[in-house]
């Protein structure tokens, strides 16, 4: 426990911020690529990977099992499968290992408003936030670009590590300063919330990530805004973002415009077009405006 502890203190000082821009020698055309969290590197890599691919089978044995796994010859299944080939190329420069994964996209008929990317490239997106949000193949990629890039920046690697050194930190400190149950019970509860900061500045790496990934595969990443939009109709009384493991909808949308100008210009080139020659986006709810 000591030498989790120790590592853990060590790996989190050279941390500056939910993540670290690598210091290139040339500068990078999108969005940078960061560096991944030297916590990730106190969990082996192939053990997570294993654990993922267990899980993710036992998923899609119990959504057969109930009748809810969604078959290949579906036409919304056909739509992922297609746009996750048209990303899956997009996703090396993000991680040195996506070249080996054997990624697979499935579906499963379920209300829930979600989608996921195992560390491995297993892919499921449920039927609801197709469904509820009424995606667009654009706003799709940016929700896949999303849920890989979490697994392609190792973030639940990354979780997994702060999780046992967290817990380290709890132990030591109850032990030095005598706690009581309650007292035990106190400082877990403080973990928990820096747990839910660390796993925020993932969701902001991911959204940036998700957007180039969608970019370069010709997707428009002004879909990311329109996605949030529409996320904030559905969502009226969300948490606090404080008390929430994603940033607020309008923080993620800000976030998101910061970051146009370094995604656009690769979305324009795989249409042969400029920036300013592109029209704006058009999602398919009235409601929303055009996206400039």
């Not at 080996?100 to 499963?108: D, G, K, R, S, T």
């Not at 936030?129 to 670009?145: Q, S």
């Not at 979490?150 to 639940?156: N, P, T, V």
Request: glycine share 8%; proline share 5%; hydrophobic share 40%.
């Amino acid at each position: 426990m000591n030498r989790i502890l120790a590592c853990f203190l060590a790996a989190l000082s050279v941390c500056s911020g939910p993540y670290a821009l690598a210091k290139d020698a040339e500068p990078q055309e999108g969005i940078k690529v960061g560096k991944v969290s030297p916590l990730a590197k106190l969990v082996p890599q192939q053990k997570i990977e294993s654990q993922a691919l267990q899980q993710y089978e036992g998923l899609k044995t119990q959504a057969k099992n109930r009748g809810v796994l969604v078959p290949d010859n579906d036409p919304e299944v056909a739509r992922l499968r297609r746009i996750a080939q048209k990303l899956i190329p997009h996703t090396k420069r993000w991680s040195e290992r996506a070249s080996a994964w054997q990624w697979e996209v499935n579906l499963i008929a379920s209300n829930q408003v979600n989608a996921f990317c195992m560390p491995g490239g297993k892919i499921a997106f449920f039927s609801g936030i197709l469904k509820t949000l009424k995606l667009t193949d654009d706003e799709v990629a940016i929700v896949m670009g999303h849920e890989m890039a979490h697994a392609l920046r190792e973030h639940g690697r990354e979780r997994m590590a702060k999780g046992l050194g967290l817990q380290a930190l709890v132990l030591a400190g109850s032990a030095y300063f005598k706690l009581n149950d309650g007292g035990r019970h106190l400082a877990g509860k403080g973990a928990e919330l820096v747990m839910l900061k660390f796993s925020r500045g993932d969701e902001t790496e991911a959204d940036l990530a998700g957007l180039d990934i969608a970019a370069r595969a010709g997707f428009d990443p002004r879909a990311g805004i329109a996605l949030w939009q529409k996320m904030g109709i559905i969502n009226k009384h969300a948490p606090p973002q404080w008390l929430s493991t994603h940033p607020a909808g309008e923080n993620r949308i800000a976030e998101m415009r910061k970051h146009l100008p370094d995604v656009m210009p690769l979305f324009a080139k795989t249409k042969g077009a400029e920036v300013q020659q592109l029209g704006p986006y058009k999602s398919n709810v009235s409601v929303l405006a055009p996206i400039q």
